[in-house]
């Protein structure tokens, strides 16, 4: 889990403990609101990373918001004639 993932899932268990002890009836437009407002934040699901090698070619891998840069170094290396060729990534 790496650093932002902890602080976000911090953030999520006090608002949770929060909203338990505080506990209002709400409307079901107080409700659908709120719902919105946790779609809009999870709206990017998945993000497009395109690898240039070298030699000009491209290679695209999609990957989910919530996997780790460590995935994307694995792809590249199954990507390249030898894996145990140091690369670095840039953007």
Do not use: H, W
Request: aromatic fraction near 8%; proline fraction near 2%; glycine fraction near 2%.
């Amino acid at each position: 889990m790496t650093t932002e993932q902890a602080k976000s899932y911090q953030a999520y268990l006090s608002a949770n403990v929060k909203s338990q002890s505080e506990k209002t009836l709400m409307t079901r437009e107080m409700r659908e609101a709120i719902e919105r407002e946790k779609t809009a934040k999870r709206s990017f699901q998945q993000c497009d990373v395109r690898i240039r090698f070298p030699d000009g070619t491209q290679v695209q891998g999609t990957f989910n918001s919530d996997e780790t840069v460590s995935e994307i170094y694995s792809f590249v290396r199954e990507q390249i004639a030898t894996p145990r060729q140091s690369f670095k990534l840039r953007t």
